[in-house]
């Protein structure tokens, strides 16, 4: 039995393109020199946690490129925060889905596939207008829900580390998690990508009920950024560096993941944090 019941518009998607652990490629037309590492953690609709079975938008891709290209990629579901670190040390060979930032940029290759942005989420409507970093730091008594291991650049971690001095900040391990204290009131604003928290609480009966009643505000300080994926520098040989580049370029420029997203998301959520290259 599945943890969670999808909505019936993603259900015949999810039976198409359920994916296992292992990816299998065709050998014959094998272009990478060995099978490739690549833990995931549960991002909404990109990456589906079902136990036996990971799916969703990227899962489906890797799953497409393994047929075509011949590459295996090892899927295996991870903490975000560990998958950072396995990341850093050159235990993930790919990191999917990942918003680019000068820190990773110092362990990886990345490819570009979309553009998102960190927005701010509530659910309560009487909370004043926020528009800036100072306007949420001014409100000294709400509270502001990420998730552990989640990154959208430099601004965003001047945020936090304000939030936390003044210890209005709530850090929790996974988008389900932060729904969850959203909903209880725990928190005030949950700050994150709005295709992540909005397609994680869809496929919960315990938060499906927020997804109607967000409410985005977008920080000026945290403009559109990059989405795409890492290739380790540290574990993935250069030949296979050279081939997966090459890969991810086609898929980038014929908008796979831009697609993906508009058969997986209704498109309030995607003008909110999604947008193609």
């Not at 599945?2 to 094998?30: D, E, K, N, Y």
């Not at 989640?150 to 945020?159: I, K, N, V, W």
């Not at 210890?167 to 009131?185: E, F, M, Q």
């Not at 040989?237 to 993906?260: M, P, Y």
Request: hydrophobic residues 45%; positive net charge; charged residues 20%.
């Amino acid at each position: 039995m599945l943890p969670f019941q999808l909505p019936r518009h993603l259900q015949g998607l999810l039976v198409s393109f359920a994916l296992c652990s292992v990816c299998v490629s065709l050998p014959a037309l094998a272009r990478c020199t060995r099978p490739l590492n690549v833990p995931v953690a549960a991002t909404g609709l990109s990456i589906i946690d079902q136990g036996d079975i990971i799916s969703g938008i990227y899962p489906e891709i890797l799953r497409t490129i393994a047929a075509k290209e011949g590459c295996t990629f090892t899927i295996t579901i991870v903490p975000r925060a560990r998958l950072e670190v396995m990341f850093e040390s050159g235990k993930a060979d790919l990191m999917i889905p990942a918003t680019r930032t000068p820190h990773r940029d110092l362990y990886g290759l990345f490819v570009p596939l979309v553009r998102n942005r960190a927005m701010l989420m509530s659910i309560q409507s009487s909370l004043p207008p926020v528009k800036t970093m100072q306007d949420l730091l001014a409100q000294s008594k709400t509270k502001v829900a990420v998730v552990r291991g989640f990154d959208y650049g430099e601004r965003y971690q001047e945020l936090l580390a304000e939030l936390q001095k003044q210890g209005r900040l709530l850090v929790d391990t996974d988008p389900l998690s932060v729904a969850r204290l959203l909903k209880l009131g725990s928190a005030d604003y949950v700050l994150m990508a709005p295709t992540i928290l909005a397609g994680t609480s869809q496929t919960d009966p315990r938060v499906d009920d927020i997804v109607d009643h967000l409410r985005y505000e977008a920080l000026a300080e945290l403009p559109w950024g990059e989405s795409g994926v890492y290739f380790s520098r540290k574990s993935v040989s250069l030949e296979d560096l050279n081939t997966l580049q090459e890969i991810f370029d086609r898929v980038a420029r014929n908008g796979v993941v831009w697609k993906g997203f508009q058969r997986y998301y209704r498109a309030e959520f995607l003008r909110e944090g999604i947008r193609p290259l």
